[in-house]
């Protein structure tokens, strides 16, 4: 079941819910009831407060922990604690214990409140002297350990009972002249206090299960949002891995799914290109081969047929069988070449090499020419260095395959220029340019693949086997440079390459 992402995410979305909600709800409760308790205790601090003066004339209780001592009204002021009233009719002084403290007596004293409490005076010696609670059991009191604390001269606070029977019990000395006379012993049920909770709990499980429906409703959507591109992209990895590199997936936002389907695109456009590329370089390389092959099997098989006894026909058609096993020969080294670029197995003999010095070297060798006119521009034959790390013999052979291309399309007695230039980046540029038969924009962009050449009848009077500037461009690259073409059809071509100068 876990094996889905839209299973994974749905599932992790809804367990950060639960644990979201889960501790609000949790840190939630624990406030609330803490804050209810704190309001009830300090609800009880007051009445006892309030007691102790209507009871006890000049007397004050003693101060909870970090409570500051205040008078009696100025509590009830803060608080806003209205819920307790004293009766008091046919007024009785009564002695307080063993002092000259006097106290209200209990029959003529009422004491009441609008809230479920309980108040009770005693005095020093833990017997109950007043108590709102005609009747009321006092049994064991003097055995509550808070309440000894409280007669000891601390503020005391404690709960007791079970969920439904919760008590809060509060004691505070009662101090008249700085001298402890008793104490105020206050007890209210929490009933209310845990009504609200529970209340408060089932809320929260209800929002709980509220809040996880909406949110598995929201997560579902949310992963098939997220997961339905992953599965458009999976049917069509599919099927580029049975072959189908024309499959194409829609491109529905911007984001990281968006991307990663434009690069699957464009993954296919090029994986589809280099297939086309495979099928065209199989065919190019069985035309190539074909034709020479073709050429000496049907010599061979003439000369075994008698033509080996005419010496004329026999020499000639040997010359043809030598010039096309050369050219065989050419072909298959210009493809071993390649392979090695393309395997970056090619070994560079890397040295400082005069650029210029290069340029009329090679020059020199192909002026044997008779059908054009090379010409090298002045600033080539008076410059003075233009320095490169490179391998000689493979920089001879770019410029040799690039003038050998200029001159092959260039008209009987055209002019070929050849030039070198240092930009402003220590880039050293050579220019090769001709008056040929230019090449149309159409076929610019192939210009450098592998057996392609313009002249589309793939006669062998202009050009050979369409490798020249393949190779001369795979080698400037190794060299870390870069080769374009310019032209322009009828007017002429212009084949520069650049290289990092030293």
């Not at 020199?364 to 410059?383: G, H, K, M």
Request: aromatic share 4%.
């Amino acid at each position: 079941m876990f094996s889905s992402i839209r299973v994974r995410l749905m599932f992790s979305h809804l367990a950060v819910i639960i644990l979201a909600m889960g501790l609000s709800g949790f840190l939630l409760l624990e406030f609330a009831e803490h804050y209810f308790l704190q309001a009830t205790e300090d609800s009880l601090v007051a009445q006892a407060r309030i007691t102790a003066q209507a009871l006890i004339p000049g007397a004050m209780v003693g101060a909870p922990p970090g409570d500051a001592d205040v008078s009696a009204y100025n509590r009830i002021q803060q608080q806003q604690v209205g819920n307790l009233y004293v009766q008091t009719d046919n007024v009785e002084a009564v002695p307080l214990s063993d002092t000259d403290i006097t106290y209200l007596s209990s029959a003529s004293v009422q004491l009441g409140t609008q809230l479920d409490t309980r108040i009770r005076v005693l005095d020093n010696s833990g017997i109950v002297l007043v108590d709102s609670e005609p009747g009321g059991s006092n049994s064991g009191l003097q055995n509550e350990p808070m309440l000894r604390r409280a007669l000891a001269g601390d503020y005391g606070t404690w709960t007791t009972g079970a969920s439904e029977n919760h008590m809060m019990h509060v004691a505070l000395p009662v101090l008249v002249q700085e001298q402890q006379v008793g104490v105020v012993y206050l007890s209210q049920s929490l009933r209310d206090v845990a009504a609200v909770v529970s209340d408060l709990r089932m809320r929260l499980a209800l929002a709980t299960v509220v809040g996880l429906a909406l949110s598995g409703v929201v997560g579902l959507l949310l992963s098939q949002a997220v997961t339905r591109p992953l599965r458009r992209l999976t049917a069509a990895v599919s099927a580029v891995a049975q072959g189908d590199f024309s499959r194409k997936v829609a491109v529905y936002s911007r984001d990281e799914l968006g991307r990663l389907s434009r690069s699957f695109n464009d993954m296919t456009t090029r994986l589809r290109a280099a297939r086309q590329m495979q099928v065209d370089f199989v065919a190019n390389v069985s035309h190539e081969l074909r034709t020479p092959l073709t050429t000496i099997k049907g010599m061979v098989e003439t000369l075994r047929a008698g033509a080996v006894d005419d010496i004329t026909v026999r020499d000639s058609f040997l010359t043809t069988v030598e010039n096309e096993t050369d050219r065989l020969i050419r072909l298959v080294n210009d493809l071993l070449l390649l392979s090695r670029v393309d395997s970056e197995a090619l070994a560079l003999r890397r040295n400082t090499v005069n650029l210029v010095d290069l340029v009329r070297a090679t020059a020199d060798r192909l002026t044997s020419r008779d059908e054009c006119r090379l010409v090298i521009e002045p600033n080539v034959a008076s410059a003075s260095s233009t320095s490169v790390w490179a391998d000689a013999d493979r920089l001879a052979q770019v410029f040799t395959n690039v003038l050998d291309n200029a001159f092959k399309y260039s008209q009987p007695g055209g002019l070929v220029t050849v030039s070198v230039d240092t930009l402003v980046d220590q880039t050293a540029v050579v220019r090769v340019r001709d008056q040929g038969i230019g090449i149309a924009a159409g076929d610019l962009p192939r210009i450098g693949e592998r057996f392609f050449r313009a002249d589309k009848a793939r006669s062998r009077q202009h050009g050979g086997s369409g490798l020249g500037l393949a190779i001369a461009q795979a080698l400037v690259q190794a060299h870390g440079g870069r080769l374009w073409v310019e032209s322009e059809e009828g007017t002429g071509t212009i084949v520069s390459f650049s290289l990092p100068a030293m």
